[in-house]
């Protein structure tokens, strides 16, 4: 299993740009998660969703949309880029929110200039 | 604001010594988990302790939950230089709703470095 991949690595926007941050499990996850961590801070919820079709928001989720079409796939979408959302981000993915431990991705790194 | 906090901020310890890192919160939790962060990498889960377990242990590594005082602790025996990393709690709360209770949240962690 490869299970948690996240597409880019590394990105760089100029403020305005929009994209989208892939990501991708084939552990047949229920739950996936969206997470940005900034310099010496933990780990913030953005979005996270239940199962295909339901989504629901995390703590900072200003900016941000996602969307659940499959089970394997997570995609958040950055609309306008600010340079408040260079981060690094993770997704996440595990059998069960709440009862099970997740399983992490390798991160993006986006800088917005 | 954070659910958990982690203490101390920065640990520097001797290879073959013991590392404790303690993480307090704040509301009653479902489960408390640790995981371990390398420089520049994704989180790698620990260990999951439940609200009804006082202590877990995993090869090296052992936690403990202390429900009443809010607070766990992690505890790496006979450490490492590989060992060194950020190490992270995080909490699920015992809250009830539809989605409310898929909430993982995470303190600033602890930074551990083990010295050859």
């Known amino acids: 299993n490869a299970g948690v991949t996240q597409t880019p690595k590394f990105q760089v926007l100029k403020t305005g740009q929009s994209m989208t941050l892939q990501c991708a499990q084939d552990?047949?996850?229920?739950?996936m998660s969206w997470y940005r961590q900034d310099p010496g801070m933990g780990l913030r919820l953005i979005h996270y969703?239940?199962?295909?079709?339901?989504?629901d928001q995390g703590e900072v989720p200003n900016g941000y949309n996602v969307s659940r079409s499959t089970t394997e796939d997570f995609p958040l979408r950055l609309l306008s880029a600010a340079p408040s959302q260079t981060s690094v981000y993770f997704c996440?993915?595990?059998?069960?929110?709440?009862?099970?431990?997740?399983?992490f991705g390798p991160g993006t790194r986006l800088t917005v200039t | 604001s954070q659910q958990g906090e982690e203490d101390p901020q920065a640990l520097s310890i001797q290879e073959g010594e013991n590392a404790t890192m303690n993480c307090s919160y704040k509301?009653?939790?479902?489960?408390l988990q640790w995981y371990r962060q390398n420089s520049g990498r994704g989180l790698v889960h620990l260990i999951l302790?439940?609200?009804?377990?006082r202590e877990k242990h995993s090869g090296r590594l052992r936690v403990t939950l202390d429900t009443s005082k809010k607070s766990s602790s992690l505890l790496i025996t006979a450490s490492r230089a590989a060992d060194t990393a950020s190490y992270f709690c995080?909490?699920?709360?015992?809250?009830?709703?539809?989605?409310?209770?898929?909430?993982?949240?995470f303190g600033e962690g602890t930074q551990l470095t083990v010295n050859p």
């Open positions: 969703s239940v199962g295909a079709g339901i989504t």
């Open positions: 995080a909490t699920v709360r015992l809250e009830w709703g539809e989605t409310s209770g898929s909430r993982l949240t």
């Open positions: 552990m047949n996850h229920e739950y």
């Open positions: 509301t009653s939790i479902n489960n």
């Open positions: 996440a993915s595990s059998r069960d929110g709440r009862l099970y431990e997740q399983y």
């Open positions: 302790i439940r609200s009804n377990e």
